[in-house]
């Protein structure tokens, strides 16, 4: 595997700075121009991570391999062969953090030193907040040397009435304060577009109309709980994402750095080329924000994704 491994990785590579492109035809990064592809403020390459989901269907299934780079490993691969390939490819690329959904079969000890090999943190996953598990989970989360803990939604009851979001955030406020007592730092709630479009009177507090994102912020301690904003979720729901971090943003701790191509349908697309400010997004995110994440939900070709999103988000000054 190794041998194979580095040379499908030198192919690769070889290709890019040979052609210019990528797999299927677009530019991709010059890993050696990256550090010098802008002059201004930037987002730093060290708090650029990536969803792992964004990779899912590739590697637990060998889907979309006959659009991976040339060599990658197919369905007939082990999904550790699979997860070693993109974890190689990610750190050839730049990444230097991944934020997992899965262990992919392997035990949280071996996920780990594969993670380590290529050079890559886990600061931040998304993890079960089933809170009878709790105490194992943040075992794991120690390991990997988290500094959140969270999950691709909220804790339970979940937002499906004002009563239900309350009982969220005492949730929270629960798994958060052990989390930080663990050493692994505040839990944090993602949002997708529903959190925005359902809405309650806030009884127990101004009275208004609110979402349930917001009822979430304004009901959970800061000490324990903070927010992954979502941001492409958060435009299909008809949201600003630069007013919310504007707004909310002493409690955003981390982006998921997601493009929308169209709101009406849905869609998403590689980060730079939809309708998001991403410009605006990074100025007000500065002090606060300290992970963006990447992530495309599947299907996607997640190989030249990853690679143009990450040359994208490292390199627009704003």
Not at 83 to 110: D, M
Not at 194 to 221: C, H, M, P
Not at 241 to 254: M, N, S
């Amino acid at each position: 595997m190794q041998l194979a491994l580095a040379a499908t990785l030198a192919l690769l590579l070889g290709m890019v700075g040979a052609s210019g492109a990528g797999a299927q035809g677009t530019p991709a990064p010059d890993k050696a121009d990256q550090a010098n592809c802008a002059t201004g403020r930037t987002v730093p390459a060290n708090k650029i991570s990536i969803q792992l989901w964004t990779f899912n269907r590739y590697i637990d299934r060998g889907d979309r391999a006959a659009e991976a780079p040339a060599g990658a490993p197919g369905p007939e691969a082990t999904r550790a062969e699979r997860l070693e390939f993109v974890f190689a490819f990610l750190s050839e690329v730049g990444y230097r953090n991944i934020e997992p959904f899965s262990f992919h079969g392997l035990t949280a000890e071996q996920f780990k030193a594969l993670a380590d090999k290529y050079g890559l943190a886990v600061p931040s996953r998304h993890m079960s907040t089933n809170e009878a598990n709790w105490d194992a989970n943040l075992a794991d989360a120690k390991l990997l040397g988290q500094h959140w803990t969270g999950s691709g939604g909220f804790a339970s009851p979940g937002t499906g009435s004002y009563e239900n979001t309350l009982a969220t955030a005492e949730t929270m406020n629960r798994l958060g304060r052990r989390s930080v007592k663990n050493g692994t730092g505040p839990i944090f709630g993602h949002n997708h577009d529903g959190e925005f479009l359902t809405r309650y009177v806030d009884a127990q507090g101004d009275g208004t109309l609110k979402s349930a994102w917001q009822i979430l912020v304004e009901n959970t301690d800061p000490r324990w709980v903070v927010f992954q904003l979502d941001v492409g979720w958060a435009t299909i729901a008809g949201e600003d994402p630069v007013a919310l971090v504007e707004e909310f943003g002493e409690r955003i701790e981390l982006l998921h750095v997601k493009d929308v191509a169209d709101i009406a349908s849905r869609t998403q697309t590689t980060v730079g080329q939809g309708i998001v400010d991403w410009a605006g997004v990074f100025a007000a995110a500065q002090g606060n924000v300290k992970q963006y994440v990447i992530e495309q939900d599947p299907p996607v070709e997640p190989f030249s994704f990853a690679a143009e999103s990450f040359e994208y988000v490292d390199c627009l000054v704003f």
